[in-house]
């Protein structure tokens, strides 16, 4: 059962810019992960993230202003435009923010950015369980032996998996100072820690040299329609990557704000 941040919370808070990194470490099906990402964020709608996973959907970098997204891999930049980009990321980094609900287990946490902060924690049982439904929805009917045995090779990593969620943010601000996600089972155990470092500084994103946007280009088109319990940052993942890439590349899971 996921929980999230509920009842009397008030919100992420609007900030005007931050600076994260990320780091990911442990191991899937036996393949070890680890990478790390550097993201920036301007309001309202320009974000930049730089990493070095090279299966990652976001590309080696990804910059996000307004309508336009790019995408940089091992073959150059391009312009593009999906769901999963840098803003998407960002987006939901500052949706964890806010005053939550002290049912969720908060407490006082570490001074961070000047201030006291409350820290919250969380933990699920079955926390694969939205991206092999997704799987399911998409493939579930394909006749191909591939797509059969993919399938069957995500149940097999994504079941029985034990998830745990903690959130650092300030006790005046609301903001978010540092996201833990970890989950552990048979086949996958991984941990995806995230902090904010900086905050309402000067940030300066610009797109890519000699690389104009898409005609029709829109960073937010072809957003699946997803009910208000399905985790938005999976599907999004999976939509985008593929199976295969999904399974390397992705350790993200969306708590549902209830």
């Known amino acids: 059962m996921l929980v999230g941040c509920s009842g009397e919370d008030s919100g992420p808070p609007s900030v005007s810019s931050f600076h994260y990194v990320e780091t990911v470490t442990g191991n899937i099906d036996g393949e070890p992960l ?9 309001a309202p709608d320009a974000a930049r993230i730089v990493g070095n996973d090279r299966s990652s959907a976001l590309g080696l970098e990804n910059i996000v202003i307004g309508r336009h997204a790019w995408r940089r891999d091992e073959s150059g930049w391009s312009a593009e435009a999906n769901c999963y980009n840098a803003l998407s990321i960002i987006r939901s980094t500052l949706a964890y923010g806010g005053n939550h609900d002290d049912s969720l287990d908060g407490v006082d946490g570490q001074m961070f950015g000047g201030e006291e902060t409350r820290l919250y924690k969380w933990t699920y049982e079955d926390a694969g369980r939205f ?3 997704y799987e399911e929805q998409r493939h579930g009917d394909s006749d191909s032996p591939t797509t059969r045995d993919l399938l069957a090779r995500e149940k097999d990593i994504f079941s029985d998996l034990t998830g745990t969620t903690e959130v650092l943010v300030g006790k005046n601000t609301g903001r978010v ?7 552990d089972g048979p086949k996958l155990s991984d941990r995806r820690e995230t902090v904010v470092d900086q905050y309402d500084q000067p940030v300066d994103i610009q797109p890519p040299p000699n690389v104009p946007p898409a005609a029709d280009g829109n960073a937010s088109a072809g957003c699946p329609e997803l009910g208000d319990d399905f985790p938005w940052i999976p599907a999004a993942v999976a939509a985008v990557l593929g199976p295969l890439l999904f399974l390397a590349g992705s350790a993200f899971l969306w708590p549902r704000r209830l």
């Not at 680890?34 to 301007?42: I, P």
């Not at 100072?177 to 989950?183: A, D, E, I, P, V």
């Open 177 to 183: 100072y540092s996201l833990l996600f970890t989950r």
């Open 131 to 133: 991206i092999i439904s």
């Open 34 to 42: 680890n990478s790390r990402d550097e993201g920036w964020y301007r």
